[in-house]
């Protein structure tokens, strides 16, 4: 009796862990016409989506989630070939033999047996609409003179769950192509420098095309209370603080 119940002690403290490891991260849950839309709030540019059963994926890295302890994913998206969006060991950890994994150019070069998906592409994958949008730098360089982000080689997403279109812009700054979307329930904008935006080119992109809900993500050491500020006239807009640093 003494051994089973140090057994069963075990096993509820094994269990215990593994929940605490997945209820540390924030989690909003967005209703869809095809059922709740659950975001876990990973950190930096890394997110997971839950939808039904299908579980996806954004840009994981080991460094900010233990991946044995986070269910495997069904979808995989990869933004770009950068080592804070693309670890081979967290997507080898998350990867099942029928999981879809969606890659740019780039990142296949390192990432083996996925999907590519180019600028202005649209996918399918279980249902889910995947739009692949430019996401490039247009100001801000590196010392040499170039972007930090190229044009032409790193995609932002828009996920569409039901009647809910879901974008995720990776590393970019207020591009026209991002100007001109529409019909953006959320939104994930990057915030950091020098190497995404400026608040205030959140705020001029979010202006243009009005997401419902905009969460800034990957914003490093910026305030996020700028963006706040800036968009504060803005009533069909909004913006969500998540510790997404």
């Known amino acids: 009796m003494m051994k089973l119940g140090v057994l ?41 989506f839950t939808f039904g059963e299908k579980v ?3 840009d994981p890295v080991g460094n900010l989630a ?12 990869i933004t770009h070939e950068h080592g804070d969006h693309l670890d081979p060991k967290a997507i080898a950890q998350l990867r099942k033999a029928d999981t879809t994994v969606i890659l740019t150019e780039a990142s296949a070069q390192t990432i083996k047996d996925g999907v590519i998906m180019r600028n202005g592409d649209v ?11 430019p996401a490039y730098n247009l100001e801000h ?7 930090f982000h190229p044009k032409g080689v790193g995609n932002g997403y828009i996920l569409t769950f039901g009647d809910t279109r879901v974008y995720v812009a990776a590393d970019t700054e207020n591009t026209p192509e991002m100007k001109a979307l529409a019909n953006i329930d959320c939104a994930f904008l990057p915030m950091n420098l020098p190497y995404t935006m400026t608040p205030e080119m ?30 504060k006239d803005e009533s069909e807009i909004e913006v969500r603080i998540r510790n997404m640093q």
């Open 123 to 133: 996918q399918t994958v279980d249902e889910i609409s995947i739009e692949a949008v």
């Open 66 to 77: 233990d991946y044995a302890k986070l269910p495997q994913a069904d979808l995989i998206l």
């Open 56 to 58: 996806i994926h954004v």
């Open 202 to 231: 959140v705020a001029d992109a979010a202006k243009a095309f009005k997401p419902a809900i905009l969460y800034p993500y990957h914003y490093g050491d910026t305030d996020p209370a700028k963006l706040v500020e800036l968009l």
């Open 8 to 48: 069963m002690l075990f096993v509820v403290f094994g269990l215990a862990n593994v929940a605490n490891a997945q209820e540390q991260f924030e989690k909003d849950v967005l209703p869809t016409s095809a059922g709740d839309l659950e975001i876990t709030f990973i950190g930096h540019g890394t997110l997971m």
């Open 141 to 147: 360089k590196r010392d040499n003179g170039q972007p």
